[in-house]
C-alpha cells in the first residue's frame, strides 16, 4: 500500500519540490494550502485560520510560511505570527503522532560570522518578524519531537525570492554589494527536497548506493539538522555567474548599505534594500551540516546543476 504524504504550502517554492519529489519516491501527495499544489490532491488550508484535515496522511512535512523580508512593526509581526506560529501549532494539535518534519530557517540563529554554525549555535537575537517568528514555530514543533531542518537562502527552479531580488538591485550593469567578498552556504531546493523525504524514509528500504541524497537512511531522530549545499560559495563568485558576467560588483561599506536600508525603510515599506538583505550577503555564514550527514544525507545538487538548466541573462 503506498503511504500518503501530507505537504503543507505545497503551492510555494520549496513545498512543490517536496511534493514533487515524493511522488517520485513513491508517497501518495496531498497538498494543504490555500492554493493547489503541482502535484496530488488539494486539501484546502489557510494555516493563519483554520486547523488542517491530515485523514488518512501517514507523514506530514511542514512548509507552509510567511516568508520575506517583512516591514518593521506590529502588523507585519501579528501576520507572520498568525502563521509561522499559531498555524504550527494548530497543525501539532492535529497531528496524532504522526511523524512531522518542519521545514524551518537558518534565520533562527543569532547573527554569526567565521566559523561553520552548529545547531547548537544560540537561536536569539532575530532582527526580522520571520526570523523571530521561524524561531518560535519551530520551537513548538521541537517540543513535540519533530525533525526540523534549517535551510539557508534556498535557491532553485522558480525561485521567487533570492535571485529575482538581485536581479531587481542591478543597475546600469552594476551591483552594490555591501562589504569585501565572503564565503556563505546556499541551499539547493533539490538538497531540500531531499532531506524533508531522508528524514522520514524507514531503514528496510535501504539504498544500494550511500552517497545519494535520496538514500533512505531515517527515519532521523528528532531534532534540529542544518541543510545546505556540500561546500560553501564564494559571494561574488556565485553572485557574478548566477547573474552574467557582464554585472560589474563593486564593494561598499557596510555601514553605509546599513544606513541606506534604513533611510529605504522609512521612504518605502516595499523596499528591495533592507537591513536583513544586506546582513544576508554583507557577512559570511556557513553552516555545519555534520548531524545531517550523520544520518547518510549527502546533497548531491550545488548551484553548477542550476546554472546548467537556468539560463542566465546578462543584467543592464
Known sequence: MRRVLAVTGASGFCGAAVARAAVVAGWEVRCLGRRPGPVGRHVPWDAAQDAPRLDGADAVVHLAAAVGDPPPGRAAERAF????????ARLLDALGGRPLVHVSSASVYAPAAGA?????????G????YGR??????ALALAAGAVVLRPRAVYGPGDPHLLPRLRSAVRGGVLLLPGPDTTLSLTAVENLAAACLAALCPTDT???????AMTPRGPWPPGAYNIADARPYRRDD??????????????????LATAAA?????????SLL?????EQVAHGVVLDTTRAAAQGFHPTWDLEDFLRTEPVRDEV
Do not use: C, F, M
Request: no cysteine; aromatic share 2%.
Open 126 to 129: 532575530q532582527r526580522t518578524a
Open 133 to 138: 517568528t521561524k524561531a518560535a514555530g519551530e
Open 81 to 88: 505570527r498568525a502563521v509561522n506560529v499559531d498555524g504550527t
Open 206 to 212: 535501504a539504498h544500494d548506493n550511500p552517497t545519494d
Open 116 to 124: 561553520p554554525i552548529p545547531e547548537e549555535h544560540p537561536v536569539e
Open 238 to 255: 556565485a553572485i557574478r555567474r548566477a547573474l552574467g558576467t557582464s554585472v560589474r560588483i563593486v564593494h561598499v561599506p557596510v555601514a
Open 262 to 270: 534604513a533611510a529605504a525603510a522609512h521612504l518605502s515599506r516595499n
Open 274 to 278: 533592507t537591513r536583513y538583505s544586506v
